[in-house]
């Protein structure tokens, strides 16, 4: 029966299932504790819709609650936020376009899915037999009785209609899309013969880095008309700029000392107790093992040591004093085949009955399909495989640990009683459970301390300009980086767990400096050097790149000019260069030896023809020109397969940038970085 809590441990497809099972636990509490005194900012803009903060923050809640998420960690959190984002993204803009193109579900497309007659993703995941894989038409009539009497079952199926109405209208819209698109038969013929050709000849040219620079003059006219030209190339999305100093935190040599002492000191404590368990329990440090492990599964240091009844330790590795003792040895085999029955632990006495059936030569695998209520294994006789001893933990072990080909042992764990038949057991070797204490090494609290206020002294120096921050790091020795947020974005690239000094960063204003941030192990303190919401790049940004494109065009101009002769030797010798040979070069080529990736020689190069000296080709690193000698012709591709072939990609080519392209008309502005 597909009950609530199996439904929303699935829930999750909504625009090729973005919706994660996760959410971040600082979110339940931020509303309340970002003081908005009644105001209700916005997050972001859709197509014209402004999202406020509340009602992102409730399409937070209502997830969290559908998948009964309790906790998270960064990464989910991010996973979550997006799919939030998407399904804002549905709401206003997706649902509202196919209504005004007429898609729609209707009520028989919908019973259909919930039928099973029309595969859907959405209820697939929810009602498909595991032991099966098929769907299961039962398992919603059991639900739906369900929904009639429990409120968030009837949320639950609602919810699950509407992502799956979602699901098929998407469907819709990606087969209007895929209809849409046709390929001509002079497209066929450029591919056939694209395919099926390759050129050979041979060039001359001369690189723009051959010309000095210095015999140019770039001016602000040059810049501004170029820019205008070429306004397009510099659409941008808003960001923000900002430097930042990373104080880090390492220990020094005093607690190095400190703390080989300390791991010495407790060394000798460690070898000294007889009360192992209680001895490591104490040491806020210490670790006891949940599984036993083989020799094998040691190192050799330890191994040698453990193996012999000895402490090992305390010794410096991977960056940490560690020290062990064993604290139980058992001999076991060193791997056990297992199958098992698994019922609730209020079936003891079922347990118990099953359990001297099956000793006295019942049939286990039967038993297990019918008893057990692990449907993963059920199925399959009860078969779990074959496992190491040291995979086993807790009640197993001890279960276990003796156990010979044909027994069949019950253990009972957590809420579930297990009936486990061995059909395989090695030969018994010795495992240990270990105790173990380990110190990493890590600066002291006095040494933090030291360093948190030298940033603090920083922070204070820093304030006022951008002059102020470099001296300041001039005098605190450490060096400013520079990073850039694009909108949306949710950390800084490069810098361990810095989401809360993005999310400084979205609210600052241009050369405000921050607190400091506790960043892994470091500090760091930031200043705000940019605010970019300019639609458009501006002029003196993208200069640089700019300048060189138009000291390009020049020495085209130049390169070209210098050209003379009517043959390429002539040619050649005109621009300082040799002749050389191509081969090989088709239309899908990117690179030709000895000159480089130049897709417009190689376009050029293809529309030629044979013998006749071409114009000069203006490429990405030079200028060049050439004579095509032989075009030779291999059938490699056929009309009808070019025809499947290019068909095919222009399908997937248009259904893969449909959703993009509609996203980007509806002009989508991500505000969410200052709160999220």
Not at 128 to 146: C, H, I, K, M, W
Not at 349 to 367: E, I, N, R, V
Not at 428 to 437: E, L, N, R, W
Request: hydrophobic fraction near 40%; charged fraction near 20%.
């Amino acid at each position: 029966m597909a009950s609530l809590n199996t439904l929303r441990t699935k829930f999750g497809v909504v625009l090729s299932i973005i919706i994660a099972l996760a959410l971040l636990a600082f979110i339940l509490s931020l509303k309340t504790e970002m003081g908005f005194s009644g105001n209700d900012p916005r997050v972001g803009v859709i197509d014209g819709e402004k999202i406020n903060y509340s009602e992102y923050y409730d399409e937070y809640e209502r997830i969290k609650t559908q998948n009964n998420v309790q906790e998270s960690d960064e990464q989910q959190s991010a996973m979550l936020a997006n799919a939030v984002w998407q399904s804002l993204i549905s709401r206003y803009v997706l649902t509202p376009g196919f209504d005004g193109m007429g898609l729609r579900v209707t009520e028989p497309e919908r019973l259909a899915m919930v039928s099973g007659q029309q595969p859907s993703q959405a209820f697939y995941s929810w009602f498909s037999d595991p032991r099966t894989g098929q769907y299961n038409v039962e398992a919603v009539n059991q639900f739906l009785a369900q929904a009639e009497t429990n409120a968030q079952a009837a949320q639950a199926w609602a919810q699950l209609n509407e992502q799956a109405r979602l699901e098929r209208e998407l469907q819709k819209f990606f087969g209007l899309v895929k209809g849409g698109v046709y390929v001509n038969s002079l497209e066929v013929a450029q591919g056939v013969k694209s395919a099926n050709e390759t050129f050979s000849g041979k060039w001359a040219g001369k690189k723009y880095s051959a010309v000095p620079d210095s015999l140019f003059t770039v001016s602000s006219s040059d810049l501004k008309n170029y820019y205008k030209s070429h306004k397009d190339q510099f659409k941008q999305t808003p960001s923000r700029t900002l430097t930042y100093v990373v104080f880090e935190v390492s220990p020094t040599d005093d607690d190095l000392l400190a703390l080989e002492n300390t791991a010495a000191e407790v060394g000798r404590e460690f070898a000294a107790t007889d009360e192992v368990k209680s001895f490591v329990r104490a040491n806020r440090n210490g670790r006891i093992a949940e599984s036993y492990v083989t020799a094998a599964q040691l190192s050799d240091e330890e191994a040698k040591a453990l193996m012999a009844g000895e402490m090992y330790g305390p010794v410096l590795k991977n960056n940490e004093w560690t020290m062990a003792r064993v604290l139980d040895a058992k001999m076991a085999p060193d791997s056990i085949g297992i199958r098992h029955i698994v019922l609730p632990y209020t079936q003891e006495s079922l347990a118990d009955s099953l359990l001297t059936a099956l000793k006295k030569g019942g049939d286990f695998a039967a038993a297990a399909a019918q008893y057990s209520v692990y449907e993963a294994t059920a199925a399959n006789g009860g078969e779990v495989g074959v496992m190491p001893f040291s995979a086993f933990t807790g009640e197993f072990v001890d279960a276990l640990a003796g156990v010979k080909t044909g027994d069949i042992v019950k253990i009972a764990s957590g809420d579930a009683i297990q009936l486990m038949q061995i059909y395989r057991a090695d030969k018994p070797s010795k495992h240990v459970q270990v105790a173990s204490i380990t110190y990493p090494v890590e600066a002291s609290a006095a040494t933090r301390r030291d360093i948190h206020n030298q940033a603090g002294s920083f922070m204070v120096n820093a304030k006022g300009s951008s002059e102020a921050f470099a001296d300041a790091a001039s005098t605190a020795a450490v060096t400013p980086r520079v990073a850039t947020l694009t909108q949306g974005d949710r950390t800084i690239r490069g810098l361990e767990d810095s989401r809360d000094v993005a999310r400084w960063a979205y609210g600052a204003d241009k050369g405000d400096v921050s607190e400091i941030f506790s960043v892994g192990k470091d500090y760091v303190i930031a200043m705000l050097t940019e605010i970019d919401d300019n639609e458009y790049a501006p002029l003196e940004k993208v200069a640089a790149q700019i300048r060189s494109q138009v000291l390009r065009d020049k020495k085209y101009d130049y390169i070209v000019k210098e050209l003379s002769g009517s043959t390429l030797a002539d040619q050649a010798a005109s621009l300082g260069s040799e002749v050389a040979d191509f081969s090989g070069i088709a239309f899908g080529s990117f690179y030709i030896d000895g000159v480089g990736v130049e897709p417009r020689l190689v376009g050029a190069i293809t529309a030629s023809e044979k013998g006749v000296l071409s114009a000069p080709v203006k490429g990405m690193s030079g200028v060049y020109v050439f004579e095509l000698g032989d075009v030779q012709t291999e059938e490699k591709q056929t009309s009808e397969g070019e025809q499947v072939r290019a068909q095919a990609m222009a399908e997937g080519m248009a259904q893969q940038f449909a959703i993009p392209a509609v996203q980007q008309m509806a002009r989508i502005q991500d505000l969410r970085g200052k709160y999220f």
